[in-house]
């Protein structure tokens, strides 16, 4: 809605910036791809590939709208040899996405990610960049109190031996979880560990995992990520019970969490997905990305604040005179970068400071035949209350926007 998207374009404007910064490159990769593509990236048994794809059958063709940006990605870096073009490669992509889900508070079924993509490399250091830059984005977003969670899954023969861990903790005691965890004990029991069931959850932090699942060169991994995000004093926690629910992660996971979305308390997520570029066709290199969702954001901004609406100055002008006036004064501010507004109504004052109240003004800029003829206006502060007169050359530059 209206109101949201002054918070919307600010985000936007924000993460292009600080991208760039970082020497992110832009990406646009389609909405709609082969579904098959889906299916083999994130996995056959996850979540999304069994329930939540939009599907469109087109003759022998099956498409999906895309569930999450990573794949489609991959595959344009294939497709295009960016490998032999660019080599390393760092990309961030802004766009909706689409899971066909119960809508919930937190959950849509067409949101929007800002994510990114690093292709090319292996190094613990790429880790230690994302989740700055992550850790980054949300500061220049205003947004604060979230916590980082981060593990490692390892390596492939790494999760192979969780997997074999978590069976033999959990085959005496599947009468204690679940009905979907059941499931996932014979699909993919690494989805145990992101069940939100309370009795599941009481069930999984009765394990004891603590890294004994990692190869010694996946445990070093994850030991120079975690001297990099102490090197950078990035505040985070590490939790042996995260994991993500696509099957191409590996090594390193993290999530960003906050308490005041309740259930759905993730804001963002990501982590490496070294063999993902290989399975699809590609070279073997690294790769490791996250995303954020936008829905989410704006959700949590209005918590926070209360409010979205912008800094805007309300002019109220009372009498004919007034209003030519008036249009002159809102064309100068407007021309001054000013965001602007005024009263097309012909309200009284009461009923136009209470319509400058609900559009969210800052300030409110009252003028009428006595203002005129004194060559000043009343400027009032609606956060303050404050209220003072002052000359109207001296308006522009006497406003402070918020």
Same mark, same amino acid.
Not at 144 to 166: A, P, Q
């Given at each position: ?5 002054n ?7 924000i993460?292009?910036?600080?991208f ?23 996995g056959?048994?996850t979540?999304i590939?069994q ?7 087109n003759?022998?063709?099956l ?19 960016l490998d ?6 760092k ?24 994510g990114?993509?690093?292709i ?8 230690v ?5 992550a ?7 205003s ?5 980082i =969670? +981060?593990?490692? %899954?390892g ?6 031996e969780? @997997? /074999? ?6 085959? &005496?005691?599947?009468e204690m ?20 069931n ?7 932090h ?8 990692l ?11 975690k001297?990099?995000l ?9 939790s042996q019970? =995260? +994991?993500?629910? %696509? ?8 999530? @960003? /969490? ?6 759905? &308390?993730?804001?963002g ?19 490791m990305g ?7 954001l ?6 926070e604040s209360?409010?979205l ?9 009372l009498?004919?005179?007034?209003k ?8 100068k501010?407007?021309?001054a970068g000013?965001?602007?507004?005024t ?5 009284t004052? /009461? ?6 109240? &609900?559009?969210?003004?800052r ?12 060559n000043?206006?009343?400027?009032k ?5 404050e209220?003072?007169?002052i000359?109207?050359?001296e308006?522009?530059?006497g406003?402070?926007?918020?």
């Amino acid at each position: 809605m209206p109101e949201e998207l002054n918070f919307w374009q600010k985000i936007e404007e924000i993460s292009r910036r600080t991208f760039s910064i970082y020497n992110y490159q832009e990406i646009r990769a389609p909405i709609i791809e082969e579904a098959g593509l889906f299916n083999r990236s994130l996995g056959e048994f996850t979540e999304i590939v069994q329930k939540q794809m939009f599907l469109i059958q087109n003759k022998e063709d099956l498409y999906a709208l895309r569930p999450e940006g990573t794949a489609g990605v991959v595959r344009a870096y294939i497709e295009n040899s960016l490998d032999k073009k660019m080599g390393f490669s760092k990309f961030y992509y802004i766009g909706p996405m689409f899971r066909l889900e119960r809508p919930q508070k937190g959950r849509l079924r067409q949101f929007h990610h800002i994510g990114s993509e690093v292709i090319g490399s292996c190094e613990p250091c790429v880790d230690v960049e994302l989740i700055s830059l992550a850790d980054n984005l949300l500061k220049s977003f205003s947004i604060s109190d979230y916590k980082i =969670l +981060v593990n490692s %899954l390892g390596c492939v023969n790494d999760k192979l031996e969780l @997997i /074999k861990m978590l069976q033999e903790a959990l085959k &005496d005691k599947l009468e204690m979880l679940c009905e979907d965890c059941n499931v996932r004990f014979k699909n993919n029991i690494l989805r145990i560990l992101d069940c939100k069931n309370e009795s599941c959850q009481k069930v999984i932090h009765t394990l004891n995992l603590h890294e004994k699942y990692l190869c010694s060169e996946c445990r070093a991994h994850f030991a120079s990520v975690k001297h990099g995000l102490n090197a950078l004093k990035i505040d985070y926690e590490v939790s042996q019970y =995260l +994991v993500r629910g %696509l099957d191409y992660y590996t090594r390193t996971v993290f999530e @960003i /969490k906050h308490d005041k979305l309740g259930a759905q &308390d993730a804001i963002g997520a990501g982590g490496r997905y070294d063999n993902l570029v290989k399975q699809l066709g590609g070279p073997d290199v690294g790769a490791m990305g996250f995303a954020f969702g936008i829905e989410r954001l704006l959700l949590l901004h209005r918590l926070e604040s209360g409010a979205l609406g912008p800094g805007l100055v309300y002019l109220i002008s009372l009498g004919d005179e007034a209003k030519k006036f008036g249009m002159q004064l809102l064309d100068k501010l407007r021309k001054a970068g000013i965001g602007s507004d005024t009263d097309y109504e012909n309200k009284t004052l /009461k009923g136009a400071m209470r319509q400058a109240n &609900d559009r969210g003004a800052r300030f409110v800029v009252i003028i009428g035949d006595n203002e005129l003829k004194k060559n000043i206006v009343i400027l009032k502060d609606m956060a303050s209350g404050e209220q003072k007169e002052i000359k109207q050359e001296e308006l522009i530059s006497g406003l402070s926007i918020g």
